[in-house]
């Protein structure tokens, strides 16, 4: 039953357009909104950044995007960055 719903969600989204998949792909982080720790380390450089009733985002270009407890902007190389949900 799991595997004929999954088929028939696959189906439908192989019928919408780009931007619907976009605007469903958006609502769909809504949900992932959430707290997180998030760690870069680098040999002896470490910095921490906690994360509330937010997300972490990517894109191609290789790094984490997000903003802080206080409101800044940061950007983190995906490569020396752990996350951890708290």
Known sequence: ??????????????????????????????????????TYANGSTSKTWLIRNGKVTTTDKGYYYFWDEKKHYVQTPIENTFIEEI
């Open 1 to 38: 039953m799991k595997l004929i719903t999954l088929f028939g969600l696959l189906a439908l989204l192989a019928g919408c357009t780009q931007d619907q998949q976009n605007q469903l792909s958006r609502k769909m982080v809504e949900f992932l909104d959430g707290n997180y720790q998030v």
